[in-house]
């Protein structure tokens, strides 16, 4: 049946990656019969949460082997479904594995791929930024199915409390596409919120001097409830933090209600990835920095007092605990 899918990658505990159902949220607003893909150990156990977020069908499959061979074996079952059911419009999150799959399914079906659409408006029309954020694009979609990779937090995850119909996907994957094969998995330490998802977010930039002084973010993090440590893409460049904490147009899309950006001068390209923030604090030195310029609150000092000050305020007034 025609209608809008979305692909959502699942995890074996049959959790679903919060931005497939952020964009199942936005594709209930553009009509059309609505499913969801999901393939990997999982993907069963994850209809329901599908179903909540507005598919009316999930097309499932828990074959390990789209666990443990990257994208070949996902983008051939998609395309054998496809070729099944002619979905007018294919959604993915712009995440690694689904960025892969997107560009094969692409490869396989002729129809162009748009990425980094930040809005959807319509079955045929998509939004980008472009040129650091400073421009939005609106792009006509073409070909069969159109195809779209959605930034994640363009949208918020919102139940409509449906149900879905299960439908299991049995497709034959060939020898010749099983040769990406995972070997290892490493799940990176992460003591508190991810990143994406925290209510507050404590953000370091080349401001902070050097990688040591990233622990007075993480000590203020541990004191604050729901608060994670991002950066800009200059530090994470420098190797001072991991390439996980990157926020901008090249990292990780974050909307907390608190974002404080200590040592951050507010390049177009870190903005694009914190805009959406509600309240936006600003540490910098030099008072004309353009972060102070979309910042609601503004602190012209030396990051590093200002940090400690502020640790020891939430300090006492909290005594301690987050
Ligand atoms: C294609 C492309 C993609 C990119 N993607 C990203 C991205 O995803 N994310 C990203 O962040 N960047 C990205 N960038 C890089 C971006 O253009 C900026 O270079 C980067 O964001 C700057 O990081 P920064 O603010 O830490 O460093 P700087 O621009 O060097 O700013 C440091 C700031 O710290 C202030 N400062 C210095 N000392 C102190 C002190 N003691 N106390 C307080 N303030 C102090 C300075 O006044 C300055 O404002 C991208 C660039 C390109 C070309």
């Known amino acids: 049946m025609a209608g809008v899918w979305v692909y959502a990658e699942v995890t074996s505990d049959g959790g679903v990656d919060t931005a497939a159902l952020e964009i199942l949220t936005k594709a209930r607003t553009l009509g059309g019969e609505l499913a969801a893909v999901a393939l990997g150990p999982g993907a069963s156990a994850a209809a329901g949460r599908l179903g909540e977020h507005g598919a009316a069908t999930v097309y499932a499959s828990d074959d390990e082997v789209f666990a443990d061979y990257v994208a070949q074996p996902a983008a051939h079952a998609l395309h054998h479904l496809v070729e099944k059911h002619a979905p007018e419009l294919i959604l993915f999150a712009t995440n690694y594995d689904s960025r ?11 129809s162009p791929l748009m990425s980094n659409a930040t809005d959807l408006l319509g079955l045929d029309r998509a939004r980008t930024a472009v040129a650091g954020g400073a421009t939005l694009v609106d792009v006509a979609l073409e070909g069969s199915p159109r195809l779209v990779l959605v930034r994640p937090k363009s949208f918020k995850a919102e139940p409509s409390g449906g149900a879905a119909e299960l439908v299991p996907v049995d497709v034959d994957v060939p020898g010749e596409l099983r040769l990406a094969k995972r070997v290892e998995r490493h799940e990176a330490a992460a003591s508190g919120p991810r990143l994406e ?27 604050i409830p729901n608060a994670a440590v991002g950066a800009t893409r200059a530090v994470v460049d420098a190797g001072w933090v991991p390439y996980a904490y990157q926020i901008g147009q090249t990292g990780k899309a974050v909307k907390p209600d608190v974002y404080i950006a200590a040592g951050i001068s507010g390049a177009t390209q870190h903005i694009v990835g914190m805009k959406g923030a509600k309240r936006v604090v600003a540490i910098n030195k030099d008072d004309d920095a353009p972060i102070f310029q979309m910042a609601d609150f503004g602190v012209v000092g030396d990051a590093l007092k200002v940090l400690e000050q502020l640790i020891d305020e939430v300090r006492s007034r909290t005594g301690g605990a987050p």
Do not use: H, Y
């Not at 892969?100 to 002729?110: F, V």
């Not at 998802?197 to 004191?223: H, Q, Y």
């Open 100 to 110: 892969d799959i997107a560009g094969r399914l692409s490869a396989k079906t002729g």
């Open 197 to 223: 998802d925290a209510g507050v977010v404590l953000a370091g930039g080349r401001g902070l001097g050097e990688a040591g002084n990233f622990k007075l973010l993480d000590e203020l993090a541990s004191l």
